[in-house]
């Protein structure tokens, strides 16, 4: 079955520290991958997505994620945090055939410290 | 981008009764719409797959028969909890995707359900 693991639950970071959230799907067939922001009280947003070509895609608020094919990986990264991006992210993926429905990972809490 | 709305936003019953939660897509057609269950400091958990016109698919260990699905236009899907009980109480969220657009899922706002 079609899965999405994170790996990080709880990331504490201070401002200006670099971020990195590991993101591993399983599923065999193609996929449009997301991250996707909650902040405090708020809905989930999109972040960033993959369709196709670059494997490196730029996202809003300098976030950035790179899909590996081989590993099954779209990790996300920021290379300085601002205590703003104190939120939940989580990754998702989109099958491309079938239902077309979306799997999101169990999220990752982070709290950028000011 | 594109806005999808859910009401009410947050709603209390008494355990027994039902309870209705409207998701609509304001400025697109939305032929698919889901629906999500997030639990206190966990993920969103797939419910359902609504699609227009027709029945809605549910994952499997979701009750049908409890979570009650329709999709009557294209812009517009219901989530129906029957019956509720304190087991239900969560926070239930739709979204839809754009298929005009980016492909990108838009989601509701939520809805909190507490069930007395």
């Known amino acids: 079955a079609q899965s999405v693991s994170q790996h990080n639950h709880h990331v504490i970071l201070s401002e200006a520290a670099s971020l990195e959230l590991g993101c591993n799907y399983s599923y065999g067939g193609t996929v449009n991958l997301f991250w996707y922001v909650q902040y405090p009280g708020q809905h989930l947003q999109l972040l960033l997505k993959?369709?196709?070509?670059?494997?490196l895609v730029k996202g809003i608020k300098g976030f950035e994620a790179e899909f590996i094919k081989s590993k099954f990986s779209f990790n996300l990264r920021k290379p300085s945090v601002q205590w703003s991006d104190t939120a939940e992210y989580f990754c998702a993926v989109n099958e491309t055939s079938g239902t077309y429905k979306y799997i999101f990972g169990t999220g990752t809490r982070l709290k950028v410290l000011a | 981008g594109a806005v999808v709305s859910q009401h009410p936003s947050r709603v209390i019953c008494k355990s027994g009764t039902s309870v209705k939660i409207e998701c609509r897509s304001l400025?697109?057609?939305?032929?698919?719409m889901f629906w999500y269950r997030q639990f206190p400091k966990q993920s969103l958990m797939l419910m359902a797959t609504s699609n227009e016109g027709s029945k809605a698919t549910y994952e499997q260990g979701v009750e049908k028969d409890k979570f009650l699905i329709n999709h009557a236009s294209l812009t517009l899907s219901t989530l129906t909890v029957t019956s509720a009980h304190p087991e239900d109480s969560s926070f239930y969220i739709c979204?839809?995707?754009?298929?005009?657009?980016?492909?990108?899922?838009?989601f509701g706002e939520g809805s909190r359900l507490t069930v007395l």
């Open positions: 400025d697109f057609q939305a032929t698919t």
């Open positions: 993959y369709f196709s070509g670059d494997p």
């Open positions: 979204s839809a995707r754009d298929y005009e657009g980016t492909g990108e899922l838009f």
